[in-house]
């Protein structure tokens, strides 16, 4: 909020105001509507809406202090919700992808720590799908091998079950096996070496693992939120509700999940082929 508010006072001041220097209880109805229109141009929908509301909230703090009168707030807050359905950012990984992702991990030196601990990080993060925050705060015990079933501490401190496909269970069970079954984080940083040692991953760390696997596999850059995408189309591809994906992703709003629904976009391709232009 500290940067969307640097910004929007940059636009008003002509870049010579921060967000503690503008006396932001003089703007007024035609400098926030200018504001809206900056923003709608420059950034995306999310982004900007979120921008926005850093501006009502500080008007609206105006009036509290006194400094801002009720109509002149009115007035000034009283801009439209820019509108837009924001595409989810990144990619979807191929089948021939994820295909060479888990076949990497068994290359070489099979039995190799690293790569034991690698496939089960991709059967998480594509096969439940979870967030890289909620991958490095998993434990041992919340892991129920038989059902593949994951207790996943998300956003906002709430805690939701997610599962790991059958298939992926085993590439589980046998990183247990390595690391072993004592208490503690489920995935451990390993050294050059094939030492495992016993201290939590971290987010940043799950990220460089995904490059070195995309390096090893020949497959273009993806973010472990790729996954997470992959995980929740390739759901509403094999016909799985809404719903439940929405509930298995961990996702507040339906609206969210509908976002990563490749559907309809093949759809209107398939409409659109259905048209023939006419032969000379």
């Given amino acids: 909020m500290r940067g969307a508010l640097d910004t929007i006072a940059r636009l008003v001041s002509g870049g010579e105001a921060t967000a503690e220097t503008l006396p932001w209880h003089t703007l007024r109805r035609q400098h926030t509507a200018a504001v809206r229109a900056a923003l709608a141009s420059r950034y995306g929908v999310r982004t900007a809406n979120r921008m926005l509301a850093a501006l009502r909230g500080v008007l609206r703090e105006s009036v509290e202090l006194g400094l801002m009168d009720a109509e002149s707030f009115q007035r000034a807050s009283r801009i439209k919700t820019i509108r837009g359905r924001p595409e989810p950012a990144g990619r979807a990984l191929e089948r021939e992808e994820l295909r060479a992702l888990f076949a990497s991990c068994v290359g070489g030196d099979a039995c190799a720590a690293i790569d034991v601990r690698d496939a089960a990080l991709l059967a998480v993060l594509y096969g439940a799908g979870l967030r890289r925050a909620e991958v490095v705060q998993l434990d041992v015990s919340d892991l129920a091998m038989e059902s593949g079933a994951l207790?996943?501490?998300?956003?906002?401190?709430?805690?939701?079950?997610?599962?790991?496909?059958?298939?992926?269970?085993?590439?589980?069970?046998?990183?247990?096996?390595r690391r072993g079954g004592e208490a503690g984080p489920l995935f451990l940083p390993v050294q050059k070496d094939g030492v495992i040692v016993t201290r939590r991953l971290t987010e940043g760390a799950i990220y460089k693992i995904l490059e070195r696997r995309a390096r090893v596999a020949g497959v273009p850059h993806f973010s472990p939120h790729d996954c997470r995408r992959t995980f929740i189309g390739d759901l509403l591809d094999a016909g799985a509700d809404m719903s439940t994906v929405k509930e298995l992703a961990g996702h507040t709003s339906i609206e969210t999940t509908a976002r990563y629904d490749r559907r309809g976009e093949r759809a209107k391709r398939s409409a659109a082929?259905?048209?023939?232009?006419?032969?000379?």
């Fill in 151 to 177: 207790v996943v501490h998300g956003k906002g401190n709430k805690v939701r079950l997610a599962y790991v496909p059958e298939s992926g269970r085993p590439l589980l069970a046998t990183w247990v096996a």
């Fill in 273 to 280: 082929d259905l048209l023939r232009f006419p032969g000379p």
